[in-house]
């Protein structure tokens, strides 16, 4: 066992390091990073750009915060703390809460804050801004604390065991004036549509990837099975050896783009305000959806090294791995134009839990947070169990046509031969 792992990863090492040292693999790379890079920078300039609701986008300088009489001790600490690392925010006092709601939604404000300093609630309008929350609630709990102490005059350190984290009210008024039945509807709104681009976003890398990886795979087995390199290092090595060597190498280097390019693109969107997710939430989709890029590859992988060693020539190579693409194209297809409608209907319930669809739609329903654990679970077991099937298939088709050049060798006679 020790010897064929090695044997493998000699391999995989020879493919890793001469695909990573190549122009097109460091050009490439830089694009997409370039491509992610980009969207976030020009999703947070428009947003400084646009007019009507985008008034209140993120990009602006100073946020306009009203703060009525009640609540009028948090000011100095608002004004010292919300503007640290964002924009500056200035604070005016208003006569009520009432008239700080209509301010709001003339656009002369961004914000109320109303209640009183141990129980503020700010209003908005539509947008969502997380660090001042992040400093309303902070001062919250500090005057909350400093309030248990002054009645109860116990130990300061017993007293911040006991009093809890204050939370503030975060109310979207929406289009209603008195701002009644809207809470939270639009910062669910807001989390649902980042979820949703995050989704697509990952899916579209998680094709591009799978695709480009595969072809690799495919292009590199015929190279060394025309050039007749393959029969020198079979002479050394099995070709199931081989066959997971390439696959292992050509899936690290694809993995490695893609943990380029989505971490760049999680940092540039973090950095520019553009994603308000917590942290925790966006790490846990992009470990799912690195765990579907292997899943997916190995599954794709094995079936496009194995549709490759059936021809000799890049010219037939078109013919016998368009099947494979075009059952990677399907759940690409379903994924980005049915799924995002109706994540938890039957159909993309159904498909997202059969084993090469799984990689394209599980991703984008974990993101949009519409799927129990048991179909998680339950989708990573199947697709574990079908790739270990192709992988017994592939690997017989594999060993019984990589050597046979010449003319095509047909899929039952390459199944059959031994």
Known sequence: MRSTLHTVWLVARRELLTR???????????????????FPVVMFVAGGSGGGDDRLAVSETTRQLG??????????????????????????????????????????????VAGTPTEPKFFVEH??????????????????????????????????????????????????????GSSGSEASDVERAQ???????????????????????????????????????????RSTELMAGKIVGIGLTG??????????GFAAATVTAVLTLPTITVAGLLGWAVLWFLL??????TMLAAAASLVSRQEDLQSVITPVIMMLIAPFVVGVSVLPENPEGPLATVLSLVPGFSPMLMPMRLALGTVPLWQGALSVVLSLAA???VLWTGGRIYSNAVLRTGARVGFREALRSS
């Open 20 to 38: 990573v040292r190549t122009r097109s693999f460091v050009l490439g790379t830089l694009l997409m990073a370039l491509l992610v890079l980009a």
């Open 67 to 112: 703060i009525t009489p009640s609540a009028a001790e948090l000011t100095p600490r608002l004004e010292r703390e919300a503007g640290v690392d964002v924009p500056a925010v200035e604070v005016r006092e208003v006569p009520d809460t009432e008239t700080g709601k209509s301010l709001v939604h003339e656009g002369e404000l961004d914000g109320v």
């Open 127 to 180: 947008h969502v801004y997380p660090y001042l929350e992040r400093t309303l609630t902070r001062i919250t709990y500090d005057n909350q604390l400093d309030a248990e102490i002054a009645e109860s005059g116990l130990d300061p350190e017993k007293v911040r065991e006991s009093a809890g984290r204050g939370q503030v009210a975060i109310i979207s008024m929406g289009s209603s004036p008195n701002g009644e």
């Open 195 to 237: 979820r949703l681009v995050i989704a697509m976003i990952s899916t579209f890398l998680l094709y591009m990837f799978l695709i480009m990886s595969g072809q690799m795979i495919a292009q590199g087995v015929v190279e060394e099975k025309s050039s007749r390199v393959v029969e020198i290092l079979l002479s050394t090595i």
């Open 255 to 264: 993995l490695i783009q893609f943990a380029v390019v989505g971490l760049l």
């Open 296 to 301: 997916g590859f190995v599954l794709y992988a």
């Open 387 to 389: 790739s270990a099937a």
